[in-house]
């Protein structure tokens, strides 16, 4: 790949430009999979851009190099045949000239595609046979064979379709996630109680499904609604549309950092190669531009 950036920023290295497209998958994965997308790079060097925090991907490149990092820490190669787990800070990636090919997952989608716990490949970037077995091989050299966008989405729902699996606790997973869309549930024993569950026992119901801990789920949920209404507002306004979990601008402005690495001004200040592309056709496509804040589909029985 090209040369690493010093510092985290995004841009190209070397005048590379990305796209980035989405599609919806076969009604009968809509319960478990948010959408497919690609992100198409073209030119020479690597783009960088800021991955928000997010539910957990398989991501497949089939032609490229891509690494990550995560605010100030090493920079790792993304495997070709791969996935990222649940998420809680931003993720920083560049990608050379080539197709990534990716899934979003909803919550309800991880018990119906996978039988490890989540809390396993939560901030980690990994194979995605780890995930799925070896079908995640097949699907990569199905993939690599596709001729067109229509041939990949294709292949992309009849291998999901072919490994879904019903699962009882999916329905309940939908169910905590549709819970945790609510501006209103603001603390652990207010989710827990919606859900019908014991703290202790939403502990570890979240850990294994989500990924996270509930306080951390929620802390990241709050964030995330911030973050979306003030890349919505007029600029100079952001400041009017803190969440009212917020106690003050400082303490929002502490939160941001935390989650994205730099200050508010910053972040909405800086180039995004492709994240704002994929924000406003995502926006288009499903209502939510951000994947964590996309609520949860019907699960099929």
Request: hydrophobic letters at 40%; glycine letters at 8%; one cysteine or more.
């Amino acid at each position: 790949m090209a040369t690493k950036l010093d510092h985290d920023h995004a841009g190209s290295d070397g005048g590379a430009t990305a796209s980035v497209t989405y599609h919806l998958p076969a009604p009968a994965l809509r319960g478990a999979v948010t959408t497919y997308y690609q992100v198409k790079v073209t030119g020479a060097g690597t783009v960088w851009d800021q991955i928000f925090p997010e539910w957990p991907n398989f991501r497949l490149i089939l032609d490229g190099d891509w690494e990550a990092h995560f605010p100030g820490e090493p920079h790792q190669p993304v495997p070709a045949i791969g996935m990222s787990g649940a998420l809680e800070k931003a993720l920083w990636a560049g990608g050379s000239a080539g197709v990534m090919v990716g899934v979003g997952l909803m919550p309800a989608g991880w018990p119906q595609l996978s039988a490890c716990p989540a809390d396993r490949f939560t901030n980690r970037l990994a194979p995605l046979s780890e995930v799925i077995g070896p079908v995640a091989d097949e699907l990569y050299r199905r993939l690599r064979q596709a001729d067109g966008d229509a041939a990949i989405y294709a292949v992309l729902d009849d291998v999901l379709l072919s490994i879904l699996t019903e699962r009882p606790e999916a329905a309940t997973v939908a169910a905590a996630h549709g819970a945790l869309q609510d501006p209103q549930v603001q603390t652990v024993a207010d989710w827990a109680e919606i859900v019908g569950l014991s703290s202790r026992q939403l502990e570890r119901f979240s850990n294994r499904y989500f990924g996270m801990s509930p306080k951390r789920l929620l802390r990241r949920q709050r964030l995330l609604r911030t973050l979306a209404a003030m890349r919505e507002a007029p600029e100079g306004t952001w400041t009017q549309f803190l969440d009212a979990q917020f106690t003050d601008q400082a303490h929002f402005i502490h939160e941001f950092n935390y989650y994205m690495g730099l200050s508010p001004g910053a972040y909405l200040a800086r180039e995004q190669p492709f994240m704002a592309e994929a924000w406003t056709r995502r926006k288009a496509l499903m209502g939510s531009p951000v994947q964590v804040l996309q609520p949860p589909g019907r699960v099929e029985s």
